[in-house]
């Protein structure tokens, strides 16, 4: 879960996100990024989140899906979480960013 309307810290984010895949028992995982706080004005959009998380740029073997959610009310997190057994797009697959907001 990364905090959308942080702006600085989503590059910490990558950043982390990045390395933990080079771990050689990372990397048949699949990644579910949760692009928090969607609710506030300063929060950058799920394909904004997207985009500085370099999510196209993961290795072709790791599948990733990306959801908005409000972690206050709730949205997002559910649909995150329960459509966690639909394929997840591939890194290579980027229009599935567009396809994501
Ligand atoms: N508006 C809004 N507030 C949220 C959301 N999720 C968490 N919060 C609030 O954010 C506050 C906590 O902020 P966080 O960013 O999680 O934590 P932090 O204190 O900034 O510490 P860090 O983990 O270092 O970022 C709490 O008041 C939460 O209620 C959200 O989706 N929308
Ligand atoms: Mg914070």
Do not use: F
């Not at 997840?88 to 994501?100: F, V």
Request: hydrophobic share 40%; charged share 25%.
């Amino acid at each position: 879960m990364v905090d959308s309307s942080d702006h600085d810290r989503l590059e910490e984010a990558r950043d982390q996100l990045h390395q933990m895949l080079t771990e050689d028992l990372l990397k048949n995982v699949s990644v579910l990024v949760l692009a928090n706080k969607q609710d506030l004005p300063k929060a950058a959009s799920v394909t904004r989140v997207a985009e500085k998380m370099n999510l196209a740029s993961l290795p072709h073997s790791c599948k990733w899906r990306i959801e908005g959610t409000n972690a206050v009310s709730g949205e997002g997190i559910y649909e995150g979480i329960c459509r966690r057994q639909e394929p997840l797009h591939s890194a290579s697959a980027c229009a599935g960013i567009a396809r994501l907001t």
